[in-house]
């Protein structure tokens, strides 16, 4: 199966995953939806992180898979990768299995065999290992509402916090908590849940001891020191074992103090985020830079970066790392930023795309492209259409951001040569030049 391909596809680029079939999912639109009623929100696997997070119901029910997602890589990242293909794919430093297992998340899974459902806490096996057998798909995940356990006398707290080396990196360290309080300030029940620090997600049930029925914030660090007790952390070139370790227990005991209540996300106000998308496949052709071309008997293992390079020769998108992480590689699907060096040309039918070669010409430079020459942001070039593109996606949305909401979209995208001042600089004077 391939899903948004954000960690398959890169595999395959690096040779690590040779699959002789790909059935790419994505268009199958039951797995793409998501239902908010009495028992709960229920996700299909196909949905899609930037439209989850995009979601009411996951915004103000479940504020904590909410934080979670908000986490993951960069926004192309999120545009493409999906809520089960991050489940599926299981990687020990993900956020959507630790928020999984903090909020008891069921895994719906079908097969020629019939459906069965699997409880969060049953699913992750091990380093990118789920106990779905290998005929089986994952259809959607149900989670119930983190409100659901709160009435007049008792009242929820969740915290999660993350440690990586830069923003939209696994996590060194993951942790989520939600802490149930009856009236009188007891904790009845909770949840330590912690990632990059063992081979899954895993569920601190020394800590959860520590705290239920004290009252108060003074179990705290007891709690947790003692989420120590349930991981097995190693070294890697990121960090020690023992660093994973210190790091556990600081980001259990902000967690734990951050205590939010169930209500809606701050951050989830700001809308800048898409609708569900409905794939329009079929069609046998695609539309590029308002042309439509024809993707009929195209090689199937066509990237789609390969594909707008060599056979349309559109070379303004550029190749980098081919793995996902630089970003040179970025172009505009249906508006919004992804990597064509994760998608197949294939998969894009029906679909829009529009490269760096749409924006202006020598003779008429995009405001953003002018924007960028008159600040000096850029030096060799290589990194400068996807800077654009993404700042293009990020004004049509916020058409006055801030330094900081550039700084956070511009994250996924890799300079070398200028540093990143200038390109700042040059996106906030395009923007002050649009709102003139
Ligand atoms: C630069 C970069 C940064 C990233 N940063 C993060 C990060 O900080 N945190 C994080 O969690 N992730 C991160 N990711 C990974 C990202 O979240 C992926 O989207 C996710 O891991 C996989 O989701 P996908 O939809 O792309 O699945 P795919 O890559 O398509 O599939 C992943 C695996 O799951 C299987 N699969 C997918 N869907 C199903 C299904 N419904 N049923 C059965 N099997 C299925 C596929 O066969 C494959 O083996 C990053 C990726 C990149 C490229
Ligand atoms: S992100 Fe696609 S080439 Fe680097
Ligand atoms: S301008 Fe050279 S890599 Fe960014």
Redesign the pocket.
């Known amino acids: 199966?391939?899903?948004?391909?954000?960690?398959?596809?890169?595999l395959m680029n690096l040779r690590l995953?040779r699959p002789d079939h790909l059935i790419d999912?994505t268009g199958v639109s039951d797995?793409h939806r998501i239902a908010d009623d009495a028992q709960g929100v229920r996700i299909g696997?196909?949905v899609t992180?930037a439209e989850a997070l995009a979601d009411v119901a996951i915004g103000a029910e479940l504020p904590l898979l909410w934080a979670a997602m908000r986490?993951?890589?960069?926004t192309h990242?999120r545009n493409?990768?999906?809520v089960?293909?991050?489940i599926?794919?299981a990687?020990p430093?993900?956020?959507?299995p630790v928020a999984a297992l903090a909020l008891d998340a069921e895994m719906v899974v079908v097969s020629a065999a019939g459906r069965r459902t699997i409880q969060a806490a049953d699913f992750f096996d091990g380093p990118f290992m789920t106990s779905?057998a290998p005929n089986?798909?994952?259809?959607g995940l149900n989670f119930k509402d983190m409100g659901s356990r709160r009435d007049e006398d008792h009242y929820v707290e969740w915290g999660f916090e993350e440690l990586?080396r830069r923003r939209?990196?696994?996590?060194t360290a993951v942790v989520a908590t939600i802490v149930w309080r009856d009236i009188d300030d007891q904790v009845t029940d909770a949840r330590v849940v912690l990632g990059g620090v063992a081979g899954k997600a895993v569920r601190s049930s020394a800590a959860e001891q520590a705290l239920i029925g004290t009252s108060g914030s003074d179990a705290h660090p007891a709690a947790a020191a003692a989420s120590r007790a349930d991981i097995s952390p190693k070294t890697d070139v990121h960090a020690t074992a023992d660093y994973r370790s210190d790091m556990a227990e600081v980001l259990t005991l902000r967690s734990l103090r951050s205590a939010n209540p169930v209500a809606p996300h701050p951050e989830f106000t700001d809308a800048s985020h898409p609708e569900l998308v409905t794939v329009a496949a079929g069609t046998g052709s695609t539309i590029v830079n308002n042309e439509t071309r024809s993707i009929e008997g195209i090689d199937h293992r066509r990237l789609l970066a390969d594909w707008l390079r060599e056979d349309l020769r559109l070379t303004g998108t550029h190749l980098g790392c081919e793995?996902?992480?630089c970003g040179a590689c970025t172009v505009l699907l249906d508006g919004r930023p992804v990597?064509s060096c994760?998608m197949f040309a294939a998969q894009v039918e029906g679909r829009e795309i529009t490269t760096i070669e749409a924006l202006g010409t020598p003779q008429k430079l995009h405001p953003l492209q002018e924007a960028f020459r008159s600040h000096h942001g850029l030096q060799c070039g290589f990194c400068t259409p996807g800077m654009v593109l993404t700042a293009r996606d990020l004004l049509s949305r916020i058409p006055n951001p801030t330094e900081q909401q550039i700084r956070e979209e511009l994250s996924?995208n890799i300079c070398r040569c200028t540093g990143y001042t200038k390109i700042v600089e040059s996106v906030l004077a395009a923007a002050d030049e649009g709102q003139r």
Not at 71 to 74: R, T
Not at 136 to 139: I, N
Not at 168 to 171: H, P, T, V, Y
Request: without cysteine.
């Open positions: 199966m391939i899903a948004g391909g954000q960690s398959l596809t890169a995953a999912v797995l696997a196909m992180q986490q993951i890589g960069h990242i493409r990768g999906t089960g293909g991050s599926v794919h990687d430093a993900a956020e959507l779905l089986e798909l994952l259809v990586s939209g990196d696994f996590a793995h996902g992480v990597r994760l996924g």
